[in-house]
């Protein structure tokens, strides 16, 4: 497997404040978190160095980051090359899609990291969700960084990156694409049986920078042994809503983009029939472009399908709600915490 060597760096008589691994003429560099806990350190850094060799290559981007004082690996999460070669691949397929732009990706992401972000993956009921129960949709949402577990915060940051926006723009056809660090209604998803998201088209501006352009949904889908029978297709509609067109069921590892705007109508309308101890578990990552004028502005447009019958009714009203809402969003300042308390004291029941 090769030889690995520990040593300290300063080059004075004091103790190391930091720790070098080299392996093959490489050097991966750790901070000391104490000086007590060197000789601890050093040990489990060179036991979890190994571990990773192991597992992985360090050409792979096996790498060492510091946590709480405490030293963990985490593995590459995507391979940019990869992903640029098969979106240039995909772009003419993906651009002249139907009924609008899109494209899914299956083994998406590095199958390690893929694992340990689903098995990362937090209950509805932890702190920090967001519960979104009302006529036009029954799931939850987590999009507070600092309250995301960190093997699902380096897929949003891996996703986030330059490298991997420029490929999104080649793939889709939108030049100047710009990731939201805010994840503003993206973040984790996660609907539990009976959960359900009525068909719609996306809010167009971001809520809080009236000159970004909402453009594109990439979502990644975290749901091992997912059967059809469980439902909780992603359906893509027609631009008139007329038909379902496509429809993407969300197994494991499969990463579905879509070009979004006024009417590329999309949801997930029937009810999950998962089992009971089973969640839908999605990363949803949205990316917008910034123009010097300001874009129209609009709510989520949800609509109604041609079955609907009566229920169009209801879900017409929710709307007009939803619409108010997202007004006194912008002049406020406000998030969806707030609106998710005020949801959740109408609906004890069902949560």
């Known amino acids: 497997m090769g030889h690995v060597m520990v040593k300290g760096l300063d080059k004075d ?7 070098a691994l080299i392996f093959q003429g490489k050097t991966f560099f750790l901070t000391r978190p104490a000086q007590k806990q060197r000789a601890t350190c050093v040990t489990n850094c060179c036991r979890t160095f190994a571990s990773a060799l192991a597992r992985r290559s360090l050409d792979k981007g096996g790498l060492f980051t510091q946590h709480n004082n405490m030293t963990h690996t985490t593995t590459a999460v995507l391979d940019l090359e990869k992903v640029k070669k098969l979106f240039e691949e995909a772009a003419p397929a993906y651009q002249s899609a139907h009924p609008y732009p899109f494209g899914f990706f299956d083994n998406f992401l590095e199958n390690d990291a893929a ?15 967001i519960h979104y129960v009302h006529v036009n949709e029954k799931k939850h949402g987590l999009n507070k960084m600092d309250m995301i577990p960190a093997d699902l915060q380096e897929v ?11 490929s999104l723009s080649k793939l889709t056809g939108i030049p100047g694409l710009k990731s ?80 979004t705007d006024e009417d590329s109508y999309h949801g997930l309308p029937e009810p999950i029939q998962c089992p009971e101890d089973m969640t839908r ?12 004028a300001a874009p129209p502005k609009r709510a989520t447009n949800y609509r109604a399908r041609p079955e609907d019958g009566n229920k169009a009714i ?22 969806d915490k707030f609106v998710s308390k005020v949801l959740n004291f109408f609906n004890r029941e069902k949560k």
């Open 281 to 292: 578990k999605s990363i949803a990552l949205y990316y917008f472009t910034e123009h010097d």
């Open 115 to 129: 694992h340990a972000a689903m098995n990362a993956f937090p209950g509805v009921k932890d702190e920090g969700w």
């Open 13 to 19: 008589s004091k103790p190391a404040r930091r720790v």
């Open 156 to 166: 949003i940051k891996a996703l986030n990156t330059e490298e991997f926006v420029a």
């Open 180 to 259: 939201d660090p805010s994840l503003e209604g993206g973040g984790l998803h996660q609907s539990k049986r009976g959960g359900f998201l009525n068909i719609h088209a996306d809010f167009t501006v971001h809520p809080h920078k009236r000159h970004w352009r909402r453009r594109v949904n990439v979502l990644v889908y975290l749901n091992e042994n997912w059967k059809p029978e469980y439902r909780g297709e992603l359906e893509l509609w027609t631009r008139d809503m007329k038909a379902c067109a496509q429809k993407i069921l969300p197994v494991f590892n499969r990463c579905a983009i879509f070009n």
């Open 314 to 335: 209801l879900i017409w009203l929710d709307k007009q709600a939803i619409s108010v809402y997202n007004t006194l969003k912008g002049w406020l300042g406000i998030d």
